[in-house]
């Protein structure tokens, strides 16, 4: 699923890219929890809602690399530590940051997914916009 997401936002991922790339991973009825604080923030549901969460995404961040990553635990509740760098698209900060995420799979497919994020406030200040100078 990781490398379908690579290849997905390198091919310019929503609006751009098929989100066939990444539907044969997520089961119809996956459920993603995002932080509410955060620029995408909320629960989406089904693929609609994945392809919905990856353009809030995309509106958020101008590049997302997942650097390095780390899998704690495997089976049908997966743990994964994931290094990023990203860049803001409103402001241009970069920001390097961990995500741990727990992942139910059920039949080989992804069926909910819960990021935690360390310090949402640092994410929600790199997307704010800047402010209109004086």
């Not at 310019?12 to 991973?25: I, K, M, N, R, Y």
């Not at 997966?78 to 402001?91: G, Y």
């Amino acid at each position: 699923m990781y490398a379908a997401e690579t290849a997905y936002l390198a091919a310019g991922g929503p609006g751009e890219a098929s989100f066939d790339l990444l539907a044969p991973f997520f089961a119809p009825d996956v459920v993603l929890h995002q932080a509410d604080a955060l620029p995408y923030g909320g629960t989406w549901h089904g693929h609609g809602g994945m392809e919905r969460f990856f353009l809030a995404m995309s509106a958020a961040w101008e590049s997302f690399e997942m650097v390095a990553q780390e899998f704690l635990a495997t089976g049908g509740t997966s743990v994964v530590l994931t290094q990023v760098r990203a860049r803001a698209r409103s402001s241009g900060r970069e920001l390097a940051f961990p995500i741990l995420q727990t992942i139910r799979i059920k039949d080989g497919r992804i069926t909910e997914v819960r990021p935690f994020y360390w310090d949402t406030a640092a994410i929600v200040d790199a997307c704010a916009a800047p402010a209109p100078a004086d």
